[in-house]
């Protein structure tokens, strides 16, 4: 690793940048940069990254963790919004020749391209300190698009890290809980405080570790179908599992059917979504799939 001192993560050498370019933070864009090392390590040794690796970095801001990242692993693709932050990239990355900037909003890149042209299709690592007002679409888009990847290491706001991580039964169980664990395993791995940050956030953050599942956890018959029973459960989080369900459009299934089945798995009837596991979710879904392809 390059000598610490020559490295932007700490606050005299982000100010430094900051003032020579006269970079103004843009709120709209989440942009509160990491100023302690410590914090940069710990994501860097939770993303287990190696020489082999290739890491979409999303948001590198001034390239704090980005210096990092072109340290120790193979390969780093750096997708930044904000045009006043590239030549800032241009001039604080231009040490490590295995990193590629590219100035475009994540929502909007192909992100399988991206991984196909860089790895060769194979599995890319995602780390970042991610602009929290996109967590959730950016997360979803890596793994419902099918991305080819290993695994994601990010920093998100703290209570959205405990919504991933939660299990059934918990208050932070819910929707975004299902969809995560469907595709990975989560970890949290640090809990960071505001302090940590230039200009420091109004919200606690965490870095959580998604591990991508080899093999599903649960086998499915109809994903779209799991997802709409799971929604329709935690949009209606006071009422049963039968009267959410049954109130769902597109589902069109009796209370007396979903009791029945509900029954048949061994659950109460009148048992409410935030009990269910991802595996109880799966086999309901599947019962209320296999009633309706009888029904056609
Ligand atoms: N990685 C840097 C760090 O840790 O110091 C900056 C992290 S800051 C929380 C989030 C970064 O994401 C900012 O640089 C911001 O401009 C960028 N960003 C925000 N929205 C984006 C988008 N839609 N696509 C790509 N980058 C985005």
């Avoid at 791995?189 to 570790?209: E, L, T, Y």
Wanted: net charge neutral; proline share 5%; aromatic share 6%.
């Amino acid at each position: 690793m390059a000598d610490l001192t020559t490295m932007l993560i700490n606050p005299k050498n982000t100010i430094e940048i900051i003032k020579k370019y006269e970079f103004i933070f843009q709120k709209k864009f989440g942009q509160n940069f990491l100023i302690d090392s410590h914090v940069v390590d710990k994501i860097i040794r939770s993303a287990a990254l190696t020489k082999e690796d290739c890491v979409l970095e999303i948001g590198p801001g001034i390239g704090s963790m980005t210096q990092y990242l072109a340290e120790v692993a193979g390969k780093v693709i750096a997708v930044e919004i904000d045009k006043n932050l590239i030549p800032i990239l241009s001039e604080t990355l231009k040490a490590y020749d295995n990193v590629t900037i590219i100035h475009e909003d994540i929502l909007k890149v192909d992100m399988h391209k991206l991984a196909c042209e860089y790895n060769s299709g194979k599995p890319i690592k995602v780390v970042a300190n991610l602009p929290y007002y996109i967590t959730t679409p950016i997360i979803m888009s890596l793994f419902e698009g099918q991305v080819p990847v290993s695994s994601i290491t990010v920093m998100v706001q703290k209570e959205v890290a405990d919504r991933m991580q939660a299990g059934p039964g918990t208050k932070d169980y819910g929707a975004l809980s299902l969809a995560v664990q469907y595709y990975a395993e989560p970890e949290i791995v640090a809990n960071v405080p505001p302090n940590c940050f230039m200009p420091r956030p109004k919200v606690g953050s965490a870095v959580i570790r998604l591990t991508r599942h080899v093999t599903c956890p649960v086998k499915v018959e109809n994903e779209e179908l799991l997802f709409r029973i799971i929604r329709a459960s935690f949009n209606q989080r006071r009422k049963t599992l039968v009267n959410a369900v049954e109130n769902t459009a597109g589902i069109g299934i009796s209370k007396e059917e979903i009791k029945d089945i509900l029954i048949d798995l061994g659950m109460s009837v009148t048992i409410r979504g935030e009990a269910l596991t991802l595996e109880q979710f799966a086999e309901l879904s599947n019962r209320i799939s296999l009633r309706c392809k009888n029904m056609i």
